[in-house]
């Protein structure tokens, strides 16, 4: 199922690659909501965490060393595994090895998308969870539909 707005929960020292996920994403028109992007002078980030992590309908976890160590991904997984709305959709990135056991044993029983191997066929492989062909555009997508 296409995600109407994923959740993109990172250490704050990993922004760089988040951010190169984020451009992957919205090449296939799919919403992200991406901390640094939403928030806003005056706001009180946390309520806005919270009603974010309520309105998404998925949730993709950057594992690397810094947010294994982050008390914010923590609370974001936790609210996420305990989220009815979220049961099966949430997917575990793996940026590099890392003791991702440290923010939930429970995320072990969820199948991970490897980043290891090379950004861009990591890349692929999460757009495949949401069965998307990373080597199409929307736009491509579209003009073939139409040629049918």
């Known amino acids: 199922m296409r995600p109407r707005e994923v959740f993109l929960s990172h250490a704050s020292a990993d922004k760089a690659l988040a951010r190169r996920v984020i451009r992957a994403l919205e090449a296939q028109r799919i919403d992200v909501w991406f901390a640094p ?15 974010a992590l309520q309105r998404c309908d ?27 709305t979220l049961a099966d959709r949430i997917v575990p990135v793996l940026t590099e090895d890392c003791e991702w056991r440290r923010l939930s044993w429970t995320l072990g029983s969820i ?38």
């Open 37 to 51: 992007y939403r928030l806003v002078g005056s706001q009180r980030w946390h309520d806005e965490i919270g009603r």
């Open 58 to 84: 998925w949730f993709v976890l950057l594992l690397s060393k810094n947010s294994v160590r982050s008390r914010w991904v923590k609370n974001e997984v936790l609210f996420a595994l305990n989220e009815p």
């Open 111 to 148: 199948q991970r998308v490897d980043f290891r191997p090379g950004l861009q066929e990591g890349l692929a492989d999460l757009l495949r969870v949401w069965k998307i062909d990373a080597s199409e555009t929307p736009r491509k997508r579209k003009r073939r539909k139409r040629d049918r």
